[in-house]
Each structure stands twice: as C-alpha cells, then as structure tokens.
C-alpha cells in the first residue's frame, strides 16, 4: 500500500482502501448511490465528524443515516442552525445562546431585546426555515482563530457568544456557515439543507442564560424537523396521543394527586386513590425484597452536614442541594436527605461483621430531597421530594456478580407485572478522558465495571454502553424502557460501588481473620416511586394493571331497591381483599356506566332486580363491555386468576 492509501475498516469488520484525504460521503459512494443519498455524517474511530470531513488515517468508519441516534442528533443540531437562519433573517439583531439537539428534536436560546416572541409567530419562521432549507445550502466548516472570532461577534453585537468564546482555546474553534447564518459550533451538521423536508415550531418557553437565575432570562424555542413530510405527521399525532396520557391530566381527572403552591412547588400531595395506589406499589416490591432476604430499615429525613461530606455528596452536589438547617448550637448544621446510602453504611457500621454475615441487604422507602430549578419541575417526573425503593447490599468481592444477577432478576420481574416489555439495558461507565469528575480508585473501578458488563452478559441482556453516564462514585446499570407511544424512560438502576465503603471505612472479618472492605450494591427498580408512576399512568394511559388499580370495581345499582344487596356484594368482595365503591347516585344506568368508563374502573357489576333474584351480578370490563352474569364467587375467582398471572414470578 502506497503512503497515499489509508485502509478504512467498516462495522461488519470489512477493510477498504482509500487514497489519504477521502470523506465519508465518498466512502458511501462507493458502496451504493442510494447510501450515499442518505448519510448524514460518520463516525470515525469513535468521534461524529462531517461526511465531507477528509479522513488522513487508518480509521474505523460507520457511515450515520437517520436510522441511527447519531444521525437524527446531526440532523437535529443542523436544525437548529437553520430555524437560528430563519429567525435572523426573520428579527434582524437579535442574538443567540446555544442550539443544541435533544432527545427528540432541538432548541435554540435566542435573545429577542424588547421583542416579545408570540407563540402565533412560530408557523412564519417555520415557513421561513423550509424556503431556506429548499436552497440546499452546504454547512460549511471554518477553523477560525481566537482573535478572528472575538472580532466577529463583537461587530455583531452578541454578547452570548463572546462568554462562549472566553471558555475555548485558541486552535480549537471552528465556525459553521449555511446560506447567510454563521455559527460558533463544534460541528457536525449534515451535507446541506435540502435534507430537511419537514419542519414544526412546538413551543416557546423561558431559560435563564447558563441557567441561572441571575442572568437573563432567554425566549427558547423548542422544534423538530424530519427528512421525510409523513414523519412529522406521524410524530404529532404520537405528540396528540401523548397529550390524552399526560400523567399531569390523568392524574387530576383518576384523583391520584396534586400540587400546592403553599406546600411548595415539587412537592406532591397524594391524594387517597393516588395513595392506595402508591401503597400498593410499595407492598409488591416489600414482597419480592421479602422473597430475596432484603431486610426493612428506616432512617431519618436529615443527616448531620458530616454524614454527606463523609460521603461525598455534599461536595458534589451541595450547591445544588437545600441550604443547610442550622440549630442552636453554633456550628451545627443538618441537611435535608439527599440520598439514602449513607445512612445504610452507618447502619451497616453499627456491629462488627463476619464474612459470614454477608451479604446484608438493607432496603427503606426512603424519601430524600433534592432543590431542582423552578423551570426543571414538571409534574411527578421532576420533584423536589420524592421516595426511592432503595436498597443497599453489603457483599464479599466474591460475591458482587452474583448478588448483581440477582438484582437483574428482580427487576425483570417488576418490569413483567407492570407491562413494560421493551427495554434495553445501559452499561453506564466513567469517562475515561474526565476521571477528576469521579472518587475512587482505578483498580475498584475497574472491577465494578467488569463485574457489570459481565453480570449483563449472562442474563443475556440487551445492552449499549455509554461513557461519562456512571454515578460519581461507581459504574451502573439503568433501565431504559419504551413506554406505548414508544418514548424512553430511564427507569430502574443498579450500581457497584467500591469507594462508600472506603470512605466510611466499612469493614469484615474474612475466613483468614483479617479485616477486609465490603463491596455495596445500590439498587432501585422504581428509580422513584413518583417518577415510575408518571411513567405508568402515561405508559398504560391510566389503565392500571387490575392488581394496582385504585379502583378495582365499581358496583352499579339500577335503582335505588337494589342498594342493599349492592351493599352485601361488596361486603363479600372486601372479604377478598377487591376494592370498589357503590355508585347509589339517583342516575340512570347508562350514565353510571359512561363514568365509571372514563374513570378507568376495570369491572363494574350491574345488580338489578334479576341478579338480585338469580344471586348474581352483571359484569361489564372497562374498555370491552358486557362480560357476562356470574355469581359473586365466580368473579372472584375470575377477578384472581388474573392477578396471579400478572404476578406469577
């Protein structure tokens, strides 16, 4: 091979040469035409670069279309360059924070001086970017020197830009240009425009600049594009069905909970329904922890300031946190529970320990206390106080994979009850190239993050890895699982921790009589008991597994005459431990029926004057209709078998 040939290897292992200085887009070429039409960027060893960026070296290559999370992230990023063109062009003088892409769409911070920006506007800028985008303008990359850019941004007046640039180092800035918009961007955008056909404004809302509250308060303007008209009309009909499912909406309409600006914002209020149902989660899991040898613990809702900074939370999240309560004695300061794990390694600490003793495996619904930004808050998903089904187990290093699987298993089997079948797991590791963001040692990480990936492996896991995504103190294991509208939540994680039992100095005597550290486990399979029921109320639209339903039946009286014997059907179900309420309004069938329906009720039994003769009652199943008459037993039994389906571990 000549020195002007480089050898590219592509992700089914095959090896390509190539002369020095050739593009992904010309490497897609090569293979088909129809590729090539559809890349958007690649990845070269690891990184996302321009598909018009030359490659000058022996590189591995994945060529990016919009099938790949990486792709629609370029598409998206190259988005909000051009709605920032299109607002320009639109607003002369206004000026920009950052643009960057998210999850599902991209936003951009845009300072509008004394304009207000109406939410009626947003269809002419999106008309504006699509006119732009039929220009197919190419997104041009410029190195471009510290000075040079200071100079340009001056002269244009953005001071946002100028605060960007005093973070950066010289030799390490580049520009983007498309049509008349430049940018201060790391890039990488898509070939041009014309790859975006579809386009929609969602809303506007406000954002401080850097996020705090002390400077400025910006216009964000939050929008989504696709390569293709019908996947925009696809994704707003999922955004229609996600607004009937807002676990906000239902919520207030099934009375599960509420909010209280005297309470304090972030602050849930449950409601009797909600706590019932919050009960009944919390009893599930006390069950399966029973099950696998969790004992019940309980710790107060604030620490001694030194428990934290032992820890080391309070060094990483302090700032963050509610400020320190003071008490009388000078000095003496407590904090509002942030985490549940130092407590456990207290408890842990309060007797010696044997390795015959372990593992020890403490768990506490315990409700911790995080200060969230005003703007951060949005219904159960984003609290300030919240409770997590936590658990923290004490093992031998030997121990540690198994112990790990087991964990696995259990939250596989809350996954099974409550219909969530489409997960991936997420091996979450420390960022190699950031290590000062995380305590511990090397080694202990090391053997943390092995024990997990192969933990994952042999319970024959789907898995992806990301780096930088560990808890500052061990690798872990999260749950991402796609509710019904397909969306990903995180929910359910476990992590592997060597540095907490070395800073509370955790210890046990070995079989050699010597002391030695245990290895902690934190594991929670709701995440947050708050969170994970937003999650399922917008994931089952409020249909709750019959297990878990607040209201299991609802008895309807046709008339008045029946109301005694409605009263003795629901005696006799109490005695099975079936929950329902007699709906004895002065209301016709029918309209019982209608609101029971949009009350989600599973069952509703219809007694009137022939099942009180005939001893039986009229069964109707929410979203169905008539199921039948049965006798009171046979409905138990029917209304059993299918709890202990959906529970049969």
Request: charge should be negative; include cysteine; hydrophobic fraction near 35%.
């Amino acid at each position: 091979m000549s020195n002007q040939q480089i050898k590219i290897t592509l992700p089914d292992g095959s090896v390509r040469e190539y002369e020095k200085g050739v593009s992904g887009l010309q490497i897609a070429l090569s293979i088909s035409e129809g590729l090539a039409r559809n890349v958007l960027a690649a990845k070269v060893n690891g990184e996302v670069w321009d598909s018009s960026r030359a490659i000058q070296q022996d590189s591995t290559v994945q060529l990016l279309t919009w099938n790949d999370a990486e792709g629609k992230n370029t598409f998206w990023h190259s988005s909000a360059h051009l709605m920032a063109e299109a607002l320009e062009e639109l607003y002369p003088g206004i000026k920009f924070g950052i643009g960057p892409p998210i999850e599902n769409g991209f936003y951009y911070d845009v300072d509008f001086g004394d304009k207000s920006l109406d939410g009626a506007e947003l269809e002419k800028i999106e008309a504006k970017m699509m006119e732009l985008a039929k220009q197919k303008n190419d997104y041009i990359r410029k190195d471009v020197s510290k000075k040079d850019a200071v100079a340009y941004f001056k002269e244009k007046g953005d001071e946002y830009k100028l605060d960007l640039l005093d973070g950066l180092e010289d030799g390490t800035i580049t520009f983007y240009e498309q049509g008349n918009f430049v940018d201060l961007c790391r890039g990488p955008h898509i070939p041009n425009t014309g790859f975006i056909k579809a386009a929609k404004l969602l809303n506007i809302a406000g954002a401080y600049w850097r996020g705090d509250e002390k400077n400025k308060m910006l216009t964000r303007i939050y929008g989504i594009t696709f390569p293709k008209a019908k996947e925009l009309q696809e994704y707003l009909h999922m955004l229609e069905e996600a607004k009937k499912r807002d676990h906000r909406k239902l919520g207030r309409e099934l009375e599960l909970f509420t909010f209280s600006e005297k309470v304090g914002m972030g602050l849930p209020l449950w409601l009797p329904k909600g706590t019932l149902l919050r009960e009944r989660l919390v009893n599930f899991m006390k069950r399966a922890q029973d099950k696998s040898g969790y004992q019940q613990v309980v710790t107060p809702h604030i620490g001694h300031k030194a428990l934290y900074e032992t820890s080391g939370h309070y060094e990483k999240y302090g700032k963050d946190s509610f400020q320190p309560i003071a008490t009388p004695n000078e000095g003496e300061e407590f904090l509002l529970k942030p985490m549940n794990c130092p407590h456990h390694c207290e408890i842990y600490k309060h007797k010696p320990r044997s390795y015959k003793d372990l593992p020890i495996r403490y768990a506490e619904f315990g409700t911790v206390y995080r200060y969230e930004q005003s703007g951060e808050l949005h219904g159960l998903t984003r609290v300030r106080g919240f409770t997590q089904d936590d658990a923290h187990i004490f093992c031998r290093p030997d121990q540690v994979k198994e112990e790990f699987i087991k964990v696995i298993d259990l939250v596989l089997y809350v996954f099974k009850a409550l219909g969530f079948d489409d997960y991936t797991a997420q091996v979450s590791l420390r960022d190699p190239e950031n290590k000062e963001k995380y305590i511990g040692s090397d080694e202990g990480w090391n053997k943390a993050e092995s024990a997990i990936i192969e933990a994952a492996a042999e319970r024959g896991l789907q898995t992806v890895t990301e780096l930088g995504e560990a808890a500052f103190y061990g690798p872990k294991l999260d749950f991402m699982v796609k509710d019904a509208l397909g969306r990903k939540w995180q929910l359910g994680t476990i992590q592997v921790d060597y540095n907490l039992p070395e800073r509370f100095q955790l210890e046990y005597i070995g079989s050699d009589n010597q002391k030695h550290r245990p290895v902690m486990i934190h594991r929670a399979p709701f995440g947050s008991l708050e969170r994970f029921v937003a999650v399922l109320i917008e994931h089952c639209a409020g249909n709750f597994p019959l297990w878990l339903s607040p209201d299991q039946v609802t008895i309807l009286p046709i008339s008045e005459k029946y109301i005694e014997y409605a009263e003795e059907i629901k005696t006799l179900l109490e005695e099975h431990d079936i929950v329902g309420a007699i709906d004895n309004r002065d209301e016709k069938i029918g309209r019982k029926i209608r609101d029971a329906e949009v009350k989600k009720v599973p069952f509703m039994l219809i007694v009137g004057e022939k099942e009180q003769a005939e001893g039986k009652v009229s069964v109707r199943k929410h979203g169905e209709g008539d199921f039948g008459s049965l006798t009171p037993e046979e409905f138990v039994t029917h209304f059993k078998g299918i709890i202990e389906g959906s529970l049969k571990n």
